[in-house]
Each structure stands twice: as structure tokens, then as C-alpha cells.
């Protein structure tokens, strides 16, 4: 079978080019300016929500592929409900995602934005960064999530010096830890305790505001938050709250809630934070090799019903 598949994206005419040279011959592809999507019988998903109406109104599909690891934009549910699989790209961004917790760490703690701004407008500011900022080397950071992106994290912080804790309720074997030479903690020590928090959790309903306003309270004072999880893991507000009272040092934030952000979300307001747009797992390397493995998964699909393991989030 050749299958129709549609990308319900609107992507740059750049990376839409790349996909359509890496698509196998014969595949039907579309665009969201091409054709309904409601007639694919496979969607290939990025960040556009899919709800329960959306999928009734496409009698064809049979396969969701989500093109990155996070499901929380798709109706599983609903899928399930209408006989349409649903598959992820476990860890496919992993590295990307990694490189831009730790850009973020470095970009907060050394005050980046704020020194470029100043030297851009004419301030030569040298004595001020001598006062106010930080860097890695000796601090702990606080993994809260340790899937296949907190242990890229892990990996990426072994050269600065850290030392690197982590909570996740499923701990990994202790040959896990001593390869990436962390130690596991309960939630609260590692709010507590480090330098630097760092999420790395699905957006579900026991993680949604896994960080509210009592658990930002008991972060070290003058603590750094990173988030390139999603923005619904962080109460944005009692956030927003602790860093004009300058309980934390600052926050490296790539998700929100909603995304984009609406012009008076508290965390574009709030002082010392670096904001980017949901881009960490956004590279241009990653494009050809996760449509390769999105293009494989499908191909295992139309052939048996299933896909890998490690990528099935629903299969019907």
C-alpha cells in the first residue's frame, strides 16, 4: 500500500523542500494548503492540536505518528475510540532538547540577554557581570524527569563541573547512575538543594503544575528554573511571582501555557528570564533522520499492525 500522508504543520519553505526530497517514491504527501487532511490515512503531527472532532471527521485514518516524543497536543482517547494507532518518536530529539536545557542554564545564570541588550545600547557593563553572574562549575543541578532527555542533560553537564541529582518515580538501575554519575533524591531535597532545577517530564495529569506555587517555594533561594519540558508542568504564575520577589536568580523557559504565549503571560513580563519558542528539539539536523524513522514506523505499520516497542503509544 501506498499510504497518503498528511502533515498537519505549516512548516519554512526551506525544511517543507527537505521533506518532500526525503519521502519515499510513490507516497501520497500533503500540506495543509494541498489537500484535506480528513482523506490521509496517515497524519504525520507536530505541534498542532488533534482533538476528538478532528479524527471522527477523517473516516480514512489509520496512524497518528507523532514527529517528536510528546503526545499531550493528540486526543489518545479518541483515537483509541475510533480504531486509529497512535506512535511517538521516543528519544528522537533527545540530544537537541539537551543541548538547549544547558544553553538555557548558561544563558540565565551568566545573563545573556541583559549583556548583549547592554552592549548592543552603548553599556560597557564588565563590573556589573563581575557582581551579579554565575557559572556552572560547582553547582548542582537538580534533573526532575530522567527519561532519554534528562540523561542527555547529564551527560552534557559531565564537562562543566556539576554535580547532578535527579528525581523520577521510575529510578533506573544503579549502573544507570554511576555511567552518568548522578545520584537519585526525593523531589523536595532536590528543590531544596540545587543550584539549578531542571524539568524533563511529559505534560500528564499528575505532572500539570508538578511545580506549583509551594514546590517553587522551597527551591534554593536564588535558584535557577529551566523548562523545555511543557509550559502546563509550571505554575507560570507563581513563577512569574517568585522571580519579581527575587526569591529565584532567574528562568530559561522554551514552553508555555498556551503556546505562543499570550502578550501578557506573567513570564514575558517578569525579570531575568530568557524565553525561546518552543524550539529545543527544533534543529535542522534532526529533520532528515526523525522522518526516516517516523517513515519507518509507518512502513512497519502498513505491514503488521504495530510499530517498535518503544514507540507505540496506542496501537489499535
Excluded at 112 to 139: H, M, N, P, S, Y
Excluded at 215 to 238: P, Q, Y
Aim: overall charge neutral.
Amino acid at each position: 500500500m501506498k499510504p497518503h500522508v498528511a502533515f498537519l504543520d505549516t512548516y519554512d519553505t526551506e525544511v517543507r523542500a527537505v521533506i518532500t526530497t526525503a519521502m519515499p517514491r510513490g507516497w501520497r504527501v500533503t500540506f495543509p494548503d494541498q489537500a484535506d487532511r480528513s482523506v490521509a490515512d496517515v497524519w504525520f503531527a507536530g505541534w498542532t492540536p488533534i482533538r476528538a472532532g478532528d479524527i471522527a471527521a477523517a473516516p480514512r485514518l489509520r496512524l497518528i505518528q507523532k514527529l517528536g516524543a510528546g503526545v499531550d497536543n493528540i486526543d489518545v482517547a479518541a483515537a483509541e475510540r475510533h480504531g486509529v494507532a497512535v506512535a511517538r518518536l521516543a528519544g528522537g530529539n533527545a540530544g537537541a532538547v539537551a543541548e538547549h536545557a544547558v544553553l538555557l542554564m548558561l544563558a540565565t545564570l551568566r545573563g545573556l540577554i541583559e549583556f548583549d541588550g547592554a552592549t548592543r545600547a552603548g553599556q560597557w557593563r564588565k563590573e556589573r557581570a563581575r557582581a551579579v553572574t554565575r557559572g556552572l562549575a560547582g553547582k548542582q543541578v537538580g534533573l526532575v524527569g530522567f527519561g532519554a532527555i534528562g540523561r542527555e542533560v547529564a551527560r552534557r553537564l559531565a564537562g562543566f563541573g556539576t554535580t547532578v541529582c535527579y528525581y523520577d518515580p521510575r529510578r533506573p538501575g544503579a549502573e544507570v547512575e554511576a555511567e552518568l554519575r548522578t545520584r537519585y533524591c526525593h523531589l523536595d531535597e532536590l528543590l531544596a538543594t540545587s543550584d539549578v532545577v531542571s524539568l524533563h517530564v511529559p505534560l500528564k495529569p499528575d505532572t500539570r503544575h508538578l511545580l506549583d506555587g509551594p514546590r517553587i517555594a522551597r527551591m534554593k533561594s536564588g535558584a535557577v528554573l529551566v523548562n523545555t519540558a511543557r509550559g502546563g508542568v509550571v505554575d507560570e504564575r507563581a513563577l512569574a511571582d517568585a522571580l519579581h520577589r527575587g526569591r529565584l536568580a532567574g528562568a530559561g523557559v522554551d514552553t508555555f501555557e498556551p503556546e505562543p504565549p499570550a502578550p501578557d503571560s506573567p513570564l514575558l513580563s517578569a525579570p531575568r528570564v530568557v524565553v525561546t519558542p518552543h524550539q529545543a528539539g527544533a534543529i535542522a539536523d534532526n529533520v532528515v533522520p526523525m522522518l526516516r524513522r517516523a517513515v519507518g514506523n509507518v512502513a512497519s505499520f502498513l505491514d503488521s499492525g504495530a510499530v517498535p516497542c518503544e514507540d507505540a503509544v496506542s496501537m489499535c
